[in-house]
């Protein structure tokens, strides 16, 4: 049996089915046996001269570095290029002013993320907000994207564990959709979106992954693909940058814990995460909730998703989440 559910944040539409034999395709894109260090790898210590210069770093024992901070070598946008604003005709072109930065997050490149320990992931979340607070400063820029590409599905194209900063002047339809209709439903009903989601998955626990102090992991109502988990902060805030201490070694627990039972549920997918948060120059929105987005690349996108805008998802996310529930990790 079928079911559209509507996403309650932006009234995306999703075909749900209880497909028993749909098997997550896997590329195998973060497994295999890898040396601890590979010599050919950009990322890897003792190659620094083949990336750009260290932007920011997280030192370990000795001089050793932690967690480092790169230059894309091929960016997207630049910070060195001037703002511009012009028209063509109907047409609107801003010049490609930004940043792009790479968050290479450990010198090993056999780890993946749910073999680092926790003080190691404190690390990155701590880069991921030190990063943020620094680009802010630069007056022409709207919105900070951090994200994961793992995999080759996911569009991983250095297979060492990182994840990426784009800063950009304007900010991004997605977010912009969920501000509006976040605003929407604040307007109605006096109250935030994201805290009712709260409320409500930590009542009913059908969608509920794990739960600590300061965090929640589900799988949302209307999730877009099989797996697809979000992690939403208790406390209501906008800005992912606003994250305090405690709440970021919450996060570091509740990441890893999301992404071990992902890659034991689905023997190691490819993935991307995000940090959806609030344009960097908004002030503190009543409507408006940073979390974190997981999204398991199990399920190619068709014609009909990308005609429709409709997603298809096989799993229902209720059992998505018992499944993840029940998962026993070391």
């Known amino acids: ?126 880069t991921y907000r030190d990063r943020i607070l620094d680009l802010k400063n630069d007056t022409r820029l709207e919105y900070m994207l951090i994200f994961k590409n793992r995999g080759a599905r996911a569009g991983e194209t250095v297979h060492h564990l990182h994840s990426q900063l784009i800063a950009m002047p304007v900010v991004p339809a997605s977010i912009t959709d969920e501000i509006d209709s976040s605003l929407k439903y604040f307007s109605f009903k006096k109250r935030c979106i994201y805290c009712d989601i709260l409320e409500n998955e930590m009542l009913l626990k059908e969608r509920l992954v794990k739960e600590t102090e300061h965090f929640i992991l589900i799988t949302p109502f209307a999730s877009q693909t099989p797996f697809e988990m979000w992690i939403l902060p208790k406390r209501h805030t906008p800005h992912f940058h606003g994250i305090n201490e405690s709440e970021t070694k919450d996060l570091a627990y509740i990441l890893k814990e999301g992404i071990s039972r992902m890659n034991k549920a689905l023997n190691r997918p490819s993935y991307n995460y995000m940090i959806h948060s609030a344009p960097v120059k908004a002030g503190e929105l009543e409507h408006y909730h940073w979390h974190l987005e997981i999204l398991p690349r199990v399920k190619p996108l068709a014609g009909f998703e990308w005609g429709s805008g409709f997603y298809i998802n096989p799993t229902l996310p209720e059992d998505s989440a018992a499944y993840l529930r029940g998962i026993t990790l070391p």
Request: glycine fraction near 8%.
């Open 1 to 126: 049996m079928s079911e559209i559910r509507k996403d309650p944040v932006t009234n995306r539409w999703v075909i749900t089915l209880d497909d028993r034999n749909f098997k997550p395709a896997t590329d195998y894109g973060a497994g295999g046996n890898l040396p601890e260090n590979d010599k050919a790898c950009p990322f890897c210590p003792g190659n620094e001269d083949k990336t750009g210069k260290t932007i920011y770093s997280i030192k370990s024992s000795g001089d050793k570095w932690q967690v480092r901070v790169i230059p894309n070598n091929n960016p997207y946008l630049k910070v060195e290029t001037q703002l511009k604003n012009k028209g063509v005709g109907i047409f609107d072109i801003i010049t490609g002013t930004g940043a792009n930065e790479v968050i290479i997050e450990t010198p090993r490149h056999d780890l993946d993320f749910d073999r680092l320990d926790m003080a190691h992931i404190v690390s990155i979340i701590r």
